[in-house]
């Protein structure tokens, strides 16, 4: 199921869908594309542990072992972390979700340092006040969803914070929407942790698409009228 963000024919405008419209239509391709989003977890979860024990069974008595182990997780983690923004945007472009894909080594670069970039500014926000530091986490929203999209470290954050500006009431009431039930839940329920997680990063994955869309439109339309 793509984006259903509406489009207005008489500007040739792309009109994003309201809060809770949005987050109607992310769970619709959560529901759709649950056992998807599960597997994938479970399996980059299993093959990152795998290979953390293995690296481990084979360097146990190598004094850099741990070293080792943890350098590897990381990267192990970072190409899974990656995935997530990649198959949110296959799910919402209504493309084909392959589960593994081969890290492309620029790609997974970029998306350290981009990472970097954000935690510090993020640290140095939520030091000096709490404030800042959670509108750097909104006005980041996107940076992975434009890596995937081939833009290097500094121009994804920049087209982040472009186009959150532009959806940032949005992005908050989707956040607020998804993350206060969770924090107010009694205990940890894995599963559905999990389904509103889901949601959350679908319903970025639409604000961002819609943006991207607009964005297009606009350069269309100006090209147009040169």
Known sequence: MP?????????????????????FQAWDLVLE???????????????????????????????ICPIVVLTVWILANAVSFLESPRICLSI??????ALWTKPDLRVLASWLLATLCVIASLFTGLTLFVIP????????SFYGFAIVDGESTIQSIKTSFSMTRKSIWRIIKICAMCLIP??????PLIGLDLLIDSVLFIALAITYNTSRQQLAVTSSGTINDK
């Open 92 to 97: 919402v472009r209504g493309e084909p979700v």
């Open 182 to 187: 969770m924090a107010l839940m009694p205990l």
């Open 133 to 140: 530091g959670l509108l750097v986490a909104m006005f980041s």
């Open 3 to 23: 984006d259903k963000s509406t489009i207005n024919d008489s500007s040739n405008e792309i009109e994003p869908l309201g809060s809770r419209q949005l987050l």
């Open 33 to 63: 594309n649950y056992w998807t989003i599960a597997i994938a977890i479970l399996t980059h979860g299993l093959r990152n542990t795998a290979l953390a024990a293995l690296i481990m069974l084979i360097l146990i008595k190598n004094p």
